[in-house]
């Protein structure tokens, strides 16, 4: 433990030490309490970061929030638990495995799906604890002890336990699915994983011969290779133009196949010929027309997006060669009436960059209506709360129009699909555990689903799961719902739709159905408590300093590990908190985090100050007890004098202000308000105020000094409580330093937040401190602005009608005297304003008593030019006014004009003259 401060603050060199003993002295860790002794409970899951993660300024930023929170409510006496997982991040980190095992020139088919899996097993051994390192320097006071991984068994366990739950209520389903395929990646991916961009490309109008007649249908469609699996052509029931065709065949090109004409919506008379082709196995919409025509469904591609065995002639060749070969075969048979520019929305995979191909393929989904209904009722009731609020509606208005949720995944690394088929008689067993043989047939042959669970399913279930469910564990009921979120936009609907999703459908469990007796209170208390979390605080983004949102393709990615090593964890930390207003983005500049750097700086040398007051002191002056858990303001602070009275009136106000703000997450205001206090006021007034009274003679009398230092230190230990929770190292540096080997408590994270005190609020101590420091500055820009040499002490005079502020600047002279260097203070009994230079305000004009220094040879100079010049007015004057004709010729208000004028010369003479004798 420090028992001194280094001369320099090195953040670097302090912050290691304490993210480890933290971490060691299990700080953070929560042992659940028994029933019946439970505080209020503060608990948060953190967004499980994924196993491959680097971090980055959008993580620094919601861990920065998410801590500050966590240790604030820690420091007000909640039993607060924060709880720390990563992700498997199903696919990303088989991505990354594959890709490691290419260049050793291996593959995943080679090595086979268990070989695989436990590589990726020992990547994750090797490097998934990277990201928890980074979140360790950031001083994220999380519960290390409680740290799971969502492929640990007793999570894997819960997942096969919802499915199968959610299974046996009809709520998962099995279906031929049209899916966004990515051919690359070889899985199905959700809608929110493709990226749609418009790009430049062709129309092609394509004429099929009706049969049993001349006549063609012209269809227009922007893959022509997907003809080949055409099962219909569609036109509107309304389009007369297509009406004597009702009930025909056209015979599709290059297949030669007979295949019907339909009437249905997905024809829009309006557009182009309208006529389309129907191709149920490659496009989503024709898809469902295939439905409800009973149409079948012709796929002519495998999941490599190269053309089958149903594409005739064309199986082997992938798409882009198949597109050019049907469409040079369309134009060679008299096929193709035109080709035509056009701009596609061309999906691609937002992880390989390959165009996505709508495929049919068997998937596993989650009928989500049933859930969404009560996500939407939650959420309407205003049972779970956002910040900002209107993320409100735009989940609510995304949920309106959710569709059901595809959750297997054609990978190897996951939650493997508790499903099994037999071999036999190929009835589908969907079970917690392996089966040991098939229900139906008794057949020992049972083949387990390939598939994996989309990584969103577990990470759904993780504020439930994590705590012990499916077990009814003590955990759960202490600390479910959590009681916030903290997360980004980005994930709003992977994530935290989800969560709210499967948290209200499992803990408010459908097998506990509200009978017709059950009072409907029951029932809402029972939803109110189903939800994940009572509020979700959305964060805003980080973007440059020219708010450009960061990206690698602009090189202009701000790297918060490099930002830490340069300017400290603390000074980051306090940068992103002071940026922070809800809703609004963040424009980071490391210049700002300098800023802070410094602040910090500000801060270490008022310790400096203040450990050196203690060693002049010698033992008598004691490190505060710590304060109550009930303590209000700053107890033992011995008010004396007025810079006493104001710096605890101010304290107590800037701690209701701060935790007024940090309730609302304006986690700007809070910061910026603790600056303001600590550098603008403790700093830069208080400290200079007491100095005088921190001074002794040797072998004098110390006690006056001795009750300065007290406020002082009491003061000091209780700001940096109220920092803490931003900047949590130095102030714990500093706190030890202050406590010297005698702590109360092992960390400052668990001492007391302070609380404001309304008894030590004194407004009038604040106006009139406020009118002394207005003097001083008053006094302090005047000297400026007359260029008074530092040293220089001035008299200063000062007007104040009211008896209360003149005795006010009186009590405060030395304060004066040595902060604005004033030598004298003579009090007036007229106001200043008229006199130039002089300052006034409301409560006091103020006058500076200083002549500006000169050039006495360049003055003189000056003088006597202007005297010369008078004395030659003066005398035109006095010839004139000698003039007998012109006295009687001029107008009496010329002559009168000239005669004040004439005065006014002889005065501004007699006034040079004066100068010019004290010059001399
Ligand atoms: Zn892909
Ligand atoms: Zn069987």
């Known amino acids: 433990m420090p028992h001194e401060l280094p001369k320099a603050y090195e953040p670097g060199a302090i912050e290691g030490r304490w993210a480890e003993y933290w971490k060691q002295e299990k700080l953070f860790h929560v042992i659940t309490p028994p029933a019946?002794?439970?505080?209020?409970?503060?608990?948060?899951l953190l967004p499980p970061p994924n196993v491959t993660g680097r971090l980055h300024m959008g993580h620094m930023l919601n861990q920065t929030e998410m801590d500050i929170i966590m240790r604030w409510h820690r420091m007000k006496g909640n039993l607060t638990l924060w709880l720390p997982g990563t992700d498997h991040a199903g696919i990303a980190t088989q991505m990354m495995v594959e890709r490691q095992l290419r260049r050793e020139g291996e593959s995943r088919q080679q090595l086979g799906r268990e070989a695989f899996i436990e590589k990726v097993w020992e990547w994750k051994r090797q490097y998934g604890a990277a990201i928890l390192?980074?979140?360790?320097?950031?001083?994220?006071?999380?519960d290390w002890d409680r740290l799971y991984f969502t492929l640990d068994d007793h999570l894997s366990r819960a997942v096969r336990e919802v499915f199968v739950r959610l299974y046996q209520q009809g709520l998962i389903y099995r279906g031929?699915?049209?899916?966004n395929w990515c051919p690359d990646c070889g899985t199905a991916i959700s809608d929110l994983e493709v990226k749609h961009e418009d790009?430049?490309?062709k129309l092609y109008e394509i004429r099929y011969p009706v049969v049993g007649s001349k006549e063609f249908i012209t269809v227009a469609t922007t893959r022509p290779e997907t003809m080949l699996g055409d099962t219909a052509v569609a036109v509107n029931a309304k389009d007369e133009r297509y009406t004597h065709l009702h009930g025909k065949k056209v015979i599709l090109p290059l297949m030669n196949r007979e295949i019907p004409i339909i009437t249905d919506e997905l024809a829009n008379p309006e557009f182009g010929t309208g006529a389309v082709k129907v191709t149920p196995a490659h496009d989503p919409n024709d898809f469902q027309a295939g439905l409800r025509h009973n149409l079948p469904q012709v796929d002519v591609m495998d999941e490599r997006a190269h053309m089958n065995q149903n594409a005739g002639q064309y199986a082997g060749l992938d798409r882009g060669q198949a597109r050019e070969r049907v469409v040079a075969d369309l134009e060679a048979q008299g096929f193709l009436v035109a080709i035509k520019d056009y701009t596609i929305a061309l999906g691609k995979c937002d992880r390989s960059g390959t165009i996505v191909e709508p495929r049919l393929s068997e998937q596993w989904f989650v009928k989500v209506e049933p859930l969404a209904k009560r996500a939407i009722e939650v959420v309407e009731k205003g049972y779970i709360r956002f910040t900002p609020e209107n993320y409100r509606q735009i989940f609510l208005n995304w949920m309106y129009n959710i569709h059901d949720w595809c959750i297997s995944r054609q990978l190897w690394w996951g939650h493997r699909i508790p499903a099994w088929r037999c071999g036999d008689c190929h009835q589908l067993v969907v079970a917690r555990q392996a089966p040991g043989g098939c229900g139906k047939c008794g057949g020992p042959r049972l083949e387990q689903d390939t598939d994996v669970l989309d990584t969103w399913f577990s990470s759904a279930l993780l504020p439930f799961t994590a705590l012990g469910w499916p077990e009814a564990s003590r955990d759960l009921e202490v600390f479910y719902p959590t009681s916030l979120l903290i997360t980004g936009f980005d994930i709003l609907f992977f994530w935290v739709a989800r969560m709210i999703m499967m948290g209200c459908w499992f803990m408010m469990p459908p097998e506990k159905p509200v009978h017709a007796d059950t009072k409907p209170e029951g029932r809402e208390e029972a939803l109110r408590n189903s939800v994940p979390f009572r509020e979700v605080y959305i964060h805003a983004l980080v973007r440059d300093a020219e708010r450009q949102k960061m990206s690698?393709?602009?090189g202009n990615v701000l790297d918060p590990l490099e930002v830490i090593t340069k300017y400290g964890t603390d000074a980051t930390r306090f940068t992103l908190a002071a940026m922070a207003a809800p809703g609004t983005d963040i424009a980071f500049n490391p210049s700002r985090t300098e800023g802070y750097r410094n602040f910090a700086n500000k801060i270490w040398n008022a310790a400096r100050f203040l450990f050196l007051n203690r060693d002049r002191l010698g033992d008598a002056a004691g490190a505060p007890p710590p304060a109550s858990p009930t303590a209000k303001g700053i107890s033992g602070f011995a008010a004396q004098t007025l810079e006493d009275r104001w710096i605890l009136s101010r304290f107590n106000g800037v701690a209701g202000y701060v935790n007024a703000a940090l309730e609302t997450y304006r986690f700007h205001e809070a910061a910026s308000r603790i600056y303001d206090f600590f550098w603008g006021e403790l700093c830069d007034w208080y400290l200079e105020l007491i100095k005088?009274?921190?001074?002794?003679?040797?072998?004098?009398?110390?006690?006056?000094?001795?009750?300065?230092?007290?406020?002082?230190?009491?003061?000091?230990?209780?700001?940096?409580?109220?920092?803490?929770?931003?900047?949590?190292?130095?102030?714990?540096?500093?706190?030890?330093?202050?406590?010297?080997?005698?702590l109360p408590l092992k960390s400052i994270a668990l001492a007391l937040y302070p609380q404001a005190d309304d008894r030590q609020i004194n407004l009038k101590a604040e106006t009139h401190m406020a009118v002394l420091q207005d003097l001083i500055v008053s006094v302090r820009n005047l000297r400026a602005e007359l260029k008074v040499e530092p040293k220089q002490k001035v008299p200063v005079q000062i007007f104040a009608s009211e008896p209360e502020i003149r005795t006010l600047i009186q009590g405060n002279h030395v304060a004066m005297e040595r902060l604005a260097n004033v030598e004298a203070i003579e009090f007036?009994?007229?106001?200043?304003?008229?006199?130039?230079g002089a300052r006034h305000t409301a409560r006091f004009d103020m006058h500076l008593v200083y002549e500006r220094k000169i050039d006495v040879g360049a003055e003189r100079k000056r003088l006597m030019k202007e005297l010369e010049r008078l004395n030659q007015t003066i005398a035109s004057a006095e010839s004139q006014l000698g003039n007998r004709n012109f006295l009687a010729k001029a107008p009496p208000n010329v002559v009168e004009d000239l005669r004040k004028s004439l005065g006014q010369h002889q005065l501004l003479r007699e006034k040079a003259?004066?100068?010019?004798?004290?010059?001399?």
């Open 692 to 742: 005088p009274r921190l001074a002794f003679e040797e072998g004098g009398d110390k006690s006056t000094a001795q009750v300065a230092y007290k406020n002082l230190v009491l003061l000091f230990e209780a700001s940096l409580r109220l920092l803490h929770p931003v900047m949590p190292f130095i102030t714990e540096e500093i706190w030890q330093v202050i406590y010297d080997g005698c």
């Open 828 to 836: 007036v009994e007229s106001s200043l304003a008229k006199l130039p």
């Open 552 to 554: 690698k393709t602009k």
């Open 176 to 179: 031929k699915y049209i899916v």
């Open 913 to 920: 003259q004066r100068k010019l004798e004290e010059l001399q």
């Open 36 to 44: 019946g002794a439970v505080r209020n409970a503060f608990s948060l």
């Open 199 to 201: 790009v430049p490309g």
């Open 133 to 142: 390192d980074q979140m360790k320097r950031l001083g994220a006071s999380v």
